[in-house]
């Protein structure tokens, strides 16, 4: 399991590789604001990425928590506040946390969580031979 913030899953499913998430982490939680963000405000822009990630909602290996106010620690930490809802979450449920976000990566870093981004996504899909070297250098 891990749980994402938006970034990751937008520039996953818009190079066709959102899958790998569920390869790699089985289960994929994300706050209900990320829904929002990415499939709810992103079908209403016509982005295909929102669809694609909402299919994997509707597969169920992508799965909704509900909210919890973070708005400041989200202040205090300067991310938003889906990111400090993410990760939190992960804390919770001591599971790495999957964010691109330089300010939001250093946040979860210093609470002592595993923090994964998009690039590294790509990374270990290569090194665990689910894509090749190849395949993962062409996404970036």
């Not at 938003?80 to 804390?91: F, G, N, S, T």
């Not at 691109?100 to 031979?129: H, M, Q, T």
């Amino acid at each position: 399991m891990i749980v994402s913030n938006a970034g990751p899953l937008i520039h996953l499913a818009r190079i066709s590789k959102l899958k790998l998430l569920k390869t790699l982490f089985g289960e994929v939680v994300i706050p209900y604001a990320v829904k929002e963000e990415v499939v709810e405000r992103g079908k209403e822009k016509g982005k295909a990425d929102a669809f694609l990630i909402e299919e994997g909602l509707k597969e169920g290996w992508i799965v909704t928590v509900e909210d919890v106010d973070m708005e400041e620690i989200a202040e205090r930490a300067g991310i938003e506040e889906a990111e400090a809802i993410a990760i939190m979450h992960a804390r919770r449920k001591r599971c790495p946390v999957l964010l691109d976000d330089l300010a939001a990566r250093r946040f979860a870093i210093g609470l002592g969580l595993e923090v994964v981004g998009s690039v590294g996504v790509l990374i270990k899909s290569a090194k665990e031979y689910k894509i090749s070297k190849e395949e993962a250098l062409d996404s970036l």
